[in-house]
């Protein structure tokens, strides 16, 4: 939905109001602020029947052996944002090209997100299903 939202608002800012570089910006940071709104909102409606085991207050136990999700999470974070970061250097040279190129990588880079998502949603899924039957001792189910 936010995907065909985002050609409409970068026609607004880029063409209409004549922001250029800016209006690509502005339309790409309300995509994503709509993205994580959306996700939320749903997620927290459904915690009360689907997710109501996921979703939950953060308290102190939340910091208990942090330097051991450390120790994975950082080299997987900066996995994926120097992947990331590939795509912001190729917009910031696109820009280089014109008004008219950076609004279509733009379009293209939320296109690739989009498409990138499936398979990352089911890799973190099966991975999440993976760990939790391993500490269950489910072994075959894990497997």
Request: with cysteine; glycine share 6%.
């Amino acid at each position: 939905m936010t995907t065909v939202l985002h050609f409409y608002w970068c026609h607004l800012f880029i063409v209409e109001y004549d922001m250029r570089e800016k209006g690509a910006a502005a339309a790409t940071n309300i995509t994503y602020i709509l993205n994580m709104i959306i996700a939320d909102v749903w997620i927290r409606l459904k915690s009360k029947t689907d997710f109501k085991d996921m979703v939950f207050w953060y308290d102190s136990t939340v910091l208990h052996d942090l330097c051991e999700y450390l120790k994975i999470g950082v080299p997987g974070m900066l996995m994926l944002c120097f992947e990331w970061w590939a795509f912001e250097l190729l917009a910031i040279f696109t820009g280089l090209l014109g008004v008219d190129q950076l609004a279509t990588e733009v379009v293209i880079i939320n296109l690739i997100s989009f498409i990138f998502m499936l398979p990352l949603g089911i890799s973190y899924s099966a991975s999440a299903l993976t760990g939790n039957y391993i500490g269950e001792g489910k072994i075959d189910m894990g497997k």
